[in-house]
């Protein structure tokens, strides 16, 4: 009998190295999903699939668009003749590892997961905590993440070769999720981070133990501790959504925390030079985009909408008010119900993109 049914909770085992020498773990008749893009751009990574003689390998576009029902029946379908004891391998970003948790979850009601992620997004945050989650579109409006899932990875393969072809964007947006995590968890390594930046792979180390230190306390969100990991995600999901989704979540979530700080300075949560340290911070270090691109995100948008996309996320509280992570301290965080009237007050300074 195995210690951990499929999906359980279980400490990360995390295994560094080449791709083409981490696939030789897979077992025969393993069921991949892989991002097309990312099969493109690396030629050797389909044929090192291909050796271990998969049940099947699904490619998908990576994108918002890989959260969808439609995806996820894909993957579903290419896994009916995968065993009970079978293994789920997701080579991709944090959207193919998103609707391949769900999968792996649900055939032969759960299956082993590896996940492999080929953003740094993706390496800091989404494949690691055992959330997998798609897409609802509601009124003509995409909602992110209402169906989901916990079903923790057996494996998680870092492939620093994999980050080789990732843009600056790309890169930009995973160090923001680091940064969050550094400037709400870890007073010591953000001031190491704001005199010596880090290089990339020490970076996502000390994302994965950041987070994982969380989960470990929390690991199904039963007792609320893994709320912190929300931090800058209230308003980033709703510019996301404004957006089309054509803001990366990376910097939805960078976007997210600016307001996040103006919050907490109107509830006299956030002292003043705090917000200030961090909003530098993100500026120096990956570098947040400017306030004005979020003036014009949430220019065209109605506040009926803005209200819309704020009561659906599954944060919010029953009487509407918003549970939002506030930044009390650097490396130190209270949850607060924030009612609408305190992100009504701020809204002309952030639709003319400045801090109120």
Known sequence: MTPYPPGAYRPPNDRWGPF???????TEGSLAVVDRTVARLHPTLLPALEARAPRAIVQLVGGESAKSFAALEKVLAAGLSLPRSGTLVAVGGGTVGDVSTVAAHLLKRGVRLVQVPTTLLAAVDSSLGGKGAVDLT???????????VFHYADESWICPELFASLSPTQVREGSLEAWKMVISLDAALFRRYTRTPPALERLVKHARGLKEKVCAQDPYEFQGLRRVLNFGHTFGHVLESVSHFKLSHGDAVGLGILLALDVGRHLGVTPEPIAAQAEAALE?????????RVAQLLRPASLKT?????????????????????????????????????????????TKGVRP
């Open 138 to 148: 509601v009124k003509g409006r995409v909602v992110k993440n209402p169906a989901g």
């Open 20 to 26: 083409t020498r981490l696939a030789r773990r897979l």
């Open 284 to 292: 120096n270090g990956p570098g947040v985009l400017g306030r004005e």
């Open 306 to 350: 803005i209200t819309t996309l704020l009561d659906a996320d599954k944060k919010a509280g029953a009487k509407g008010e918003l549970r939002m992570v506030l930044l009390t301290a650097i490396g130190a965080t209270e949850v607060r119900d924030v009612g609408p009237e305190t992100w009504r007050a701020l809204w002309p300074a952030w």
